[in-house]
């Protein structure tokens, strides 16, 4: 007997859920709020993000190496292939990003041209040039993270 009480309790409580999740998504569907269409532009966002940290983490491993070629004694003219290519590869990550990040680009921008000046004069601050630009990504990389 008690078995088909709690049988009973059961059946009923799953009803009860059912009609409870009904009302629910009845309710919200006449807010005018289409899920599918929020899901999509989530998505959209999602995927947005994954391909501009994607292209952040190729560049920052494109400085590595390239930090680790001027540290072993590397010219400018060994290296301006490489430079050519990472400010494509920066640029593409911010391009078409939102205003702010555009300002970023700019910036960083800035820092890659400091950073060629040094390698062609051939001085110590290539180094620090681009640890500022390795710095920046972190920067901005963790900026972006805390304002999501």
């Known amino acids: 007997m008690k078995n088909s009480t709690n049988t009973f309790f059961t059946v009923v409580a799953v009803v009860l859920s059912v ?27 999602f995927e947005e993000r994954a391909v501009y940290q994607m292209q952040v983490l190729e560049a920052k491993a494109k400085i590595a190496t390239l930090r680790a070629r001027i540290v072993a004694g590397a010219t400018y003219e060994e290296v ?24 970023k680009w700019t910036e960083m921008n800035q820092e890659l041209q ?31 993270e805390a304002s999501e």
């Open 80 to 103: 301006e292939e490489d430079m050519a290519e990472l400010n494509v590869e920066i640029e593409q990550a911010y391009v078409n990003a939102k205003f702010e990040t555009q300002q």
């Open 19 to 45: 009609i409870a999740l009904a009302l629910a998504w009845s309710a919200y569907n006449r807010s005018g709020v289409d899920l599918e269409q929020q899901l999509g532009e989530q998505y959209q966002t």
């Open 114 to 144: 400091d950073l060629e000046t040094a390698l062609r004069d051939n001085t110590a601050d290539a180094i620090n040039a681009l640890d500022r630009v390795l710095e920046r990504f972190e920067t901005d990389v963790r900026y972006d």
